[in-house]
């Protein structure tokens, strides 16, 4: 049954997506040299989870898998520069029958075909831009020279369907203005915000005003929290119109991160990896299948259905947010396609257990399995911006077995002390692969 809170109206629905943040870059999750007081404020106004893992340790994938509820192999997503196929169903696209405005303002790295962008894929209003980065002011996309042939570089700012040119603009503060717009169009009737920031992804832009706020920082990490604390200021003028309009106790708040922190040289100084996001104490990086590179940041707000203040560690996964979503809608799960999430509002409004009895990655010739405290990871790679973190773990460290509940960094090999679990994770995992990419 759909949760009304005694409004007689659906419940809305935001999410707040940041890109290749850090693992711990939330004043809530304990930095102390970043401002993010808007987000810190959804995440102690409902609950704040521990053990939350984006579907891939890559943006495209990622976000395929957070729209679709489906793990990236199962949906055909499964790397950067592939489009989400037409054929998938997104949380947006299965709101829509049921009344709800839907809108998408960020980053959409999933398609720029005309069958594969944002408003082919369920969204009446889009505002964005399609490619998987772009320059924060002149909106665009610089980085086709490694593109085989190469990518002469492109304008990408759309509304809707229609190229748009707002040249000068900071990109943050433009998707944080249209998401406010559509919350203002739309406040009488039911609707869904997907928001994903394009901060903190290079190339590191950010306006003076937010600079000047961190100017004890050293440079390269002044510049990464003047772009975290621009999309902080964004959430929180979006979080103020929901209040205006006296919408916060009939809203689901979500906010959270695609990926971890990258050390890719285009997002650091002077050719160097890049050092400005914390990922401690995990191991890995972005593309790494180490938890540094998919353990994220998540929080959920609901004021009145989900208790305030929580700090839960049950496992959840981006693949959960469709059928949380359509469930608290009153909306049915498609039942012509495996669904890889589960409904997690239980575990935010009671305590209730996950119901993944195991989550599972495969990127970059990387496989990964978590079950309980244990985790797998075969040919895991720590993508540490040097050659050899690029490669596969050696030697034994080829199969990695952690207990995550005494060794979050995944410093210590457990294979040998444990060699019959090792082998019964690893046959896990293969089979998982073996069932995602069939028909």
Same mark, same amino acid.
């Given at each position: 049954?759909?949760?009304?809170?005694?409004?007689?109206?659906?419940?809305?629905?935001?999410?707040?997506?940041?890109?290749? +943040?850090?693992?711990?870059?939330?004043?809530?999750?304990?930095?102390?040299?970043?401002?993010?007081?808007?987000?810190?404020?959804?995440?102690?106004?409902?609950?704040?989870?521990?053990?939350?893992?984006?579907?891939?340790?890559?943006?495209?994938?990622?976000?395929?898998?957070?729209?679709?509820?489906?793990?990236?192999?199962?949906?055909?997503?499964? =790397?950067?520069?592939?489009?989400?196929?037409?054929?998938?169903?997104?949380?947006?696209?299965?709101?829509?029958?049921?009344?709800?405005?839907?809108?998408?303002?960020?980053?959409?790295?999933?398609?720029?075909?005309?069958?594969?962008?944002?408003?082919?894929? =369920?969204?009446?209003?889009?505002?964005?831009?399609?490619?998987?980065?772009?320059?924060?002011?002149?909106? #665009?996309?610089?980085?086709?020279? *490694?593109?085989?042939?190469?990518?002469?570089?492109?304008?990408?700012?759309?509304?809707? %369907?229609?190229?748009?040119?707002?040249?000068?603009?900071?990109?943050?503060? +433009?998707?944080? *203005?249209?998401?406010?717009?559509?919350? *203002?169009?739309?406040?009488? %009737?039911?609707?869904?915000?997907? &928001?994903?920031?394009?901060? &903190?992804?290079?190339?590191?832009?950010?306006?003076?005003?937010? &600079?000047?706020?961190?100017?004890?920082?050293?440079?390269? #990490? *002044?510049?990464?929290?003047?772009?975290?604390?621009?999309?902080?200021?964004?959430?929180?003028?979006?979080?103020?119109? @929901?209040?205006?309009?006296?919408?916060?106790?009939?809203?689901?708040?979500?906010?959270?991160?695609?990926?971890?922190?990258?050390?890719?040289? #285009?997002?650091?100084?002077?050719?160097?990896?890049?050092?400005?996001?914390?990922?401690?104490?995990?191991?890995?990086?972005?593309?790494?299948?180490?938890?540094?590179?998919?353990?994220?940041?998540?929080?959920?707000?609901?004021?009145?259905?989900?208790?305030?203040?929580?700090?839960?560690?049950?496992?959840?996964?981006?693949?959960?947010?469709?059928?949380?979503? +359509?469930?608290?809608?009153?909306?049915? @799960?498609?039942?012509?396609?495996?669904?890889?999430?589960?409904?997690?509002?239980?575990?935010?409004?009671? =305590?209730?257990?996950?119901?993944?009895?195991?989550?599972?990655?495969?990127?970059?010739?990387?496989?990964?399995?978590? %079950?309980?405290?244990?985790?797998?990871?075969?040919?895991?790679?720590?993508?540490?911006?040097?050659?050899?973190?690029?490669?596969? +773990?050696?030697?034994?460290?080829?199969?990695?077995?952690?207990?995550?509940?005494?060794?979050?960094?995944?410093?210590?090999?457990?294979?040998?002390?444990?060699?019959?679990?090792?082998?019964?994770?690893?046959?896990?995992?293969?089979?998982?692969?073996?069932?995602?990419?069939?028909?």
């Amino acid at each position: 049954m759909a949760q009304t809170r005694g409004t007689g109206r659906k419940p809305n629905f935001i999410i707040f997506l940041c890109d290749d +943040l850090g693992c711990h870059d939330w004043g809530a999750l304990g930095a102390t040299d970043l401002k993010t007081p808007n987000i810190d404020g959804i995440a102690t106004s409902g609950a704040r989870f521990t053990n939350w893992y984006s579907a891939a340790p890559v943006c495209a994938p990622s976000r395929g898998a957070l729209n679709t509820g489906r793990y990236p192999q199962r949906n055909g997503l499964t =790397g950067n520069g592939r489009p989400l196929p037409p054929s998938e169903e997104t949380t947006a696209a299965l709101l829509k029958p049921a009344g709800y405005a839907t809108g998408a303002f960020g980053k959409w790295h999933m398609g720029s075909t005309e069958d594969t962008v944002p408003n082919a894929h =369920g969204f009446d209003q889009y505002f964005g831009f399609h490619s998987g980065c772009f320059d924060y002011y002149s909106h #665009r996309y610089y980085w086709g020279e *490694r593109a085989n042939p190469p990518i002469v570089n492109y304008h990408d700012l759309w509304r809707n %369907r229609t190229e748009i040119f707002e040249d000068g603009q900071y990109s943050t503060e +433009l998707f944080a *203005r249209e998401a406010t717009q559509f919350i *203002r169009d739309n406040h009488t %009737r039911p609707f869904f915000a997907y &928001v994903p920031f394009n901060g &903190v992804h290079y190339p590191m832009h950010a306006p003076k005003k937010y &600079v000047d706020r961190f100017l004890n920082l050293e440079p390269e #990490r *002044r510049t990464y929290a003047a772009m975290l604390s621009a999309v902080d200021d964004g959430i929180g003028q979006v979080m103020r119109t @929901l209040r205006e309009y006296h919408l916060t106790d009939n809203t689901l708040v979500v906010v959270t991160g695609d990926n971890g922190a990258t050390r890719e040289t #285009r997002a650091g100084l002077d050719q160097k990896p890049a050092t400005a996001g914390d990922n401690r104490p995990f191991r890995g990086n972005k593309f790494s299948l180490f938890d540094g590179g998919m353990h994220v940041p998540f929080c959920m707000s609901w004021p009145g259905t989900i208790p305030k203040g929580q700090v839960l560690h049950q496992m959840g996964c981006h693949v959960d947010l469709l059928p949380t979503f +359509l469930t608290a809608a009153g909306v049915p @799960l498609p039942t012509d396609r495996t669904l890889d999430g589960f409904d997690a509002l239980p575990m935010a409004v009671s =305590g209730a257990p996950s119901k993944h009895d195991a989550i599972f990655w495969e990127s970059a010739g990387q496989l990964a399995v978590r %079950r309980g405290k244990w985790k797998l990871v075969k040919n895991g790679k720590t993508f540490d911006g040097t050659p050899e973190g690029n490669r596969p +773990l050696p030697g034994d460290d080829a199969i990695f077995l952690s207990n995550l509940e005494e060794d979050p960094g995944e410093s210590k090999n457990l294979r040998h002390e444990n060699a019959a679990l090792t082998d019964e994770l690893l046959t896990l995992a293969e089979k998982w692969t073996e069932d995602v990419k069939k028909p």
